[in-house]
């Protein structure tokens, strides 16, 4: 062995004695060197304060994917060429079709959150994405509707305006035009909600007692879905409905009470998905988004509900019931489950942005308090932020769902980016975020999102807190 072997195994020898001891001087961490609870958790999803240029980030993302994704034109079926003549329009005249159909009640939900979005945001390309699209079809409807007398066919999408056969294919897309109507100058819409109304009041089929139901999958079905499909635009059309406004409110207030009846389960504070007449027993699957349905319907009649109406109270009960409920079945990630009571079942993301809407609503509204449900919000919002990607497409939102009376229907339904549901929630959810955060006093205190009554301007940490402050 020569001289510079062994200078060479001496300093690897020399280096190999310094790891030892630098190991045999590493402290570990234990309970009396170490504040353990502030160890920095594992979080699956984002936690801890947002801020509303983050949110509105998001949201523009959304709405930039959606302005190339939802064109507003005519074209010809067979070619393609776009038709600007409307009022010689044939049989093969059709909207061009985008990523999304523009009437479908998933899009009336799209409008409805795009107008809360101008509002919380202050940029009106949310407005402009909405009105012109209302335009668009204010000015078209008369000219495909001569298509449809004079050949006898028109285009699936139009005849979903021009004659529609479910609440499905009239209400959210009419609550949404009704709130437009109400603006300074609008688009003229008056003929379209009207269409669509008399649909809703004369035409849906309805039980005995006057409930909004469906034939399918069962005779006399009620989905519950079919309460915001029906209940919100009968509630909004009493905004414009004269000297009739009382008789509309008095009819969407009695369908909340009729379909809860049946569908309120109170030992869980949620609502069963479907329940059909004639059943002997009524088996109780809460799947989310009908549930958030539900609760959005009520955010809604609350909404244009006067303070002194007779029953609002009692809907305001039911609501606040129907928020312990789905609060209690939040995930540790943030989102609720595809059937809530079912933690087996997977994280679904527009159930999860409808609650975040209605929960940040009702905190705004005054109606449930900011200290127990904003951090539900604020929690359910990150959730919601890991499924906007890059291009601002949502996902992991559930397919149209149609309804069974066993678990793996649920929770095999697919989800997909183009699962138009996704998209108004989400929307809905950033815009009631920002009107949350410029209202309340959200703050990390002790690792945890707190929600005050009064902000909190320390950086250090807060032990006791006064009404007025802290200390």
């Not at 993302?61 to 939802?70: A, G, I, K, P, Q």
């Not at 609060?327 to 159930?351: I, K, M, P, V």
């Not at 769902?401 to 649920?410: E, H, I, L, R, W």
């Not at 690792?447 to 802290?470: C, L, N, W």
């Amino acid at each position: 062995m020569n001289l510079k072997t062994l200078s060479m195994m001496g300093a690897l020898l020399l280096l190999a004695g310094t790891g030892v001891n630098a190991q045999k001087k590493k402290e570990v961490l234990n309970d009396s060197n170490t504040p353990l609870h502030l160890l920095q958790p594992a979080y699956k999803v984002p936690y801890g304060m947002l801020t509303t240029e983050e949110i509105k980030a998001d949201m523009d993302r959304v709405l930039r994917y959606l302005e190339r994704n939802t064109p507003a034109r005519v074209v010809d079926k067979n070619t393609g060429k776009v038709i600007t003549d409307y009022a010689n329009m044939t049989a093969d005249a059709q909207l061009e079709r985008g990523a999304f159909r523009l009437a479908s009640y998933e899009w009336g939900v799209t409008y409805s959150a795009m107008l809360a979005a101008a509002e919380a945001t202050g940029d009106q390309a949310y407005y402009k994405y909405v009105t012109d699209r209302f335009q668009f079809l204010a000015e078209v409807a008369p000219h495909f509707r001569k298509v449809l007398e004079k050949y006898g066919t028109v285009d699936p999408q139009m005849k979903q305006i021009l004659t529609p056969h479910a609440l499905d294919d009239a209400g959210a897309v009419c609550a949404a035009m009704v709130k437009v109507q109400m603006k300074k100058n609008s688009p003229e819409l008056k003929p379209l909600i009207d269409n669509y109304m008399d649909f809703i009041v004369n035409k849906e089929y309805r039980l005995a007692d006057g409930t909004f139901a469906r034939t399918r999958p069962q005779h006399n079905t009620l989905w519950l879905d079919d309460m915001f499909m029906g209940i919100p635009p009968v509630a909004w059309y009493s905004c414009i409905a004269g000297d009739k406004k009382q008789m509309y409110l008095s009819e969407a207030v009695r369908q909340i009470f009729q379909f809860a009846d049946r569908m309120w389960v109170p030992g869980k504070n949620l609502f069963r998905h479907g329940w059909v007449e004639g059943m002997q027993d009524h088996p109780a699957f809460h799947w989310g988004r009908a549930n958030g349905w539900a609760l959005l319907t009520m955010c809604e009649v609350l909404d244009v509900l006067p303070e002194d109406y007779p029953q609002r109270d009692k809907i305001l009960e039911l609501f606040r019931a129907h928020v312990r409920g789905l609060a209690a079945c939040q995930s540790g990630e943030g989102f609720w489950h595809q059937l809530l009571d079912r933690n087996d079942s997977y994280l679904e993301t527009s159930a999860t942005a409808i609650y975040v809407y209605c929960f940040a609503h009702a905190i705004n509204k005054g109606w449930i308090d900011a200290m127990a449900y904003g951090p539900v919000a604020q929690l359910g919002w990150h959730a919601v932020t890991t499924q906007i990607n890059a291009e601002g497409q949502v996902d992991g939102t559930c397919v149209g769902t149609g309804m069974a009376f066993d678990p793996a229907f649920y929770y095999y339904r697919p989800v997909n980016v183009y699962a138009a549901h996704g998209y108004g929630p989400v929307l809905w959810a950033g815009a009631e975020m920002i009107n949350l955060l410029n209202k309340q006093h959200p703050k990390m205190n002790d690792s945890a999102v707190q929600y005050y009554r009064t902000e909190q301007k320390t950086s250090e940490p807060i032990f006791h807190v006064m009404d007025g402050g802290t200390k």
